[in-house]
């Protein structure tokens, strides 16, 4: 499976980021359980009380590189949030597991990667692939993070969980239609 490494402008972000209190401001979220996500809210709010600038001048496939502890006590809405914002990759430190399923679930890859926040400067531009767990940052340098699982890799480009398994189950209908079964 081929696919394009994420390369981009780096926003650097410190250790301990509350996922919550931080990158969003969970206590004025109006979302709840199976209502769809204001993804224009979360972006208008992603990273503001941190870096102000953030939601103005965030580009589509930008990256977030963050300390130890990031994005810790969050939601799935902090995921959709950065997703929304159009950041391709973020690459951390180290991050709860919670933190990890949420955003790839939601088609946003978040990468463990010792000594990142060491390693680069903020808006310098870097690569992160998932898929082989290299970063290589400007002087070309290469550190390595755990890669993605094939499984994880296609729902990373898949977009979600959901629409992997919408595809999935799409192709399995066209299958056995097209050899004159029921789905």
């Known amino acids: 499976m081929t696919h394009a490494i994420p ?3 780096v926003w650097k972000f410190g250790d301990d980021v509350c996922g919550d209190d931080g990158i969003i401001e969970f206590a004025i979220v109006a979302a709840g359980f199976g209502k769809e996500f204001d993804e224009d ?9 941190l870096r102000p600038e953030f939601p103005d001048q965030v580009r589509q496939g930008d990256i977030v590189v963050g300390g130890r502890n990031f994005a810790h006590h969050n939601h799935v ?14 690459v951390v430190e180290s991050c709860d597991a919670g933190f990890l399923r949420r955003a790839l679930n ?3 890859p978040v990468m463990v990667c010792p000594g990142i926040a060491a390693a680069v400067a903020d808006g310098a531009v870097i690569s992160a692939d998932p898929a082989t767990g290299i970063v290589t940052l400007p002087s070309g340098q290469v550190l390595h993070a755990r890669p993605f699982s094939e499984r994880m890799v296609q729902i990373w480009q898949a977009g979600g969980t959901i629409p992997l398994l919408e595809r999935e189950f799409a192709a399995r209908r066209a299958a056995g239609q097209s050899q004159g ?3």
């Open 7 to 9: 390369r981009g402008r």
């Open 41 to 49: 809210a979360l972006r208008a709010m992603c990273f503001r009380s």
């Open 77 to 90: 809405e902090v995921s959709v949030a950065i997703r929304a914002s159009g950041i391709a990759v973020v």
């Open 106 to 108: 939601n088609g946003l």
């Open 181 to 183: 079964g029921t789905a």
